[in-house]
């Protein structure tokens, strides 16, 4: 049965890639508005918990409890080396996040940088939020993310792959995953992969360390969130708006 559910899995997750891909050629050419943007949000997020309530609903079906998705205390099971590093690691991760929120909410000048950065980047223009509104929308948005992409890709993922392959090693339970989550993100295109995949491997050790998904799950929310900020607000003319700047 749980192979049925790991190929059913990987099949959503294609699913995915082909919508995502006819999505960003119809929309390619459309003006960016308010109203728009948060269309997307909201589609994003429903994609997300519709997804989520799926495989918890098909969990449930199998047998596999919450726990086993990784909604369980915290514990260290792993040599102290590998826990040690993953934690430097993950609150280094951290630790970037918050600078990075708090530069943006308190600097005008680093966001300022930051737009000039942004400006050769397609997709960071395309996905950040510029006015008050779509900031909130985009909290909300990577709370979602923070909560059904961990359920999904680490929770329901490493579960299956150590029920389907008892004898897996660890690194290639840590590699399967952040390639597949890696992928899940090809919209931003092939850089975007890589650092995501990077990402992922982070949150998928951290799974394995704490052996819960509390701490991935406030990390991957807190990390998204902390983009929310980063560009300084905007009033939009929803009828004479033209393409992004």
Known sequence: MYIIFLIMLLIFMLFIQINTALRKKKSKDVVRTEKKQGKRYYRAMAWMWGSAIVFITISRIGGINFADLGLRGISFNYNIWFTAIVLIISGLMLLFSLRTLILSLASRKFREKMRTEIG??????????????????????????????????????????????????IFLIILITSVLFGIGHLYQGWQGVLQTGVVGAIFMSLLLVTNSLILVMALHFITNASDAFLLSEEKRNEQKEGAVQ
């Open 120 to 169: 050769s980047d397609d997709v960071a223009r395309d996905i950040l939020p510029r006015t008050k509104k779509e900031k909130c929308q985009y909290v909300t948005l990577s709370f979602s993310s923070g909560i059904c992409e961990e359920l999904v890709y680490r929770g329901f993922m490493a579960f299956l792959l150590q029920a389907v392959f008892p004898e897996i090693p």
